[in-house]
């Protein structure tokens, strides 16, 4: 079943959970804020990977995978997760 997944999905699979597991190593407090915390971290990454596609930018790109601009808009997601107060 994994071995049917193309490697950017799973890359940035593996990337927000890190992102997401880190974030709430350093400010989270309940097992809600790790859920809310890989949501924001999700959909801040795939804005972001959006943002790399129409850009085009080729600055750190791993494949398919726009990794730069995917992990600003992970990290910008969740710092305005965080200035709303929902993490």
Do not use: K, N
């Amino acid at each position: 079943m994994l071995a049917d997944l193309p490697p950017a999905l799973l890359l940035g699979a593996l990337l927000c959970l890190v992102y997401g597991s880190l974030y709430h190593l350093w400010t989270g407090r309940t097992l809600r804020d790790l859920g809310i915390g890989l949501l924001m971290t999700t959909i801040g990454f795939g804005l972001g990977q959006l943002a790399g596609l129409f850009t085009q930018a080729t600055f750190l790109q791993i494949g398919q995978l726009h990794v730069t601009e995917a992990s600003l808009g992970a990290w910008l997601f969740l710092a305005v997760a965080r200035l709303v107060g929902q993490v």
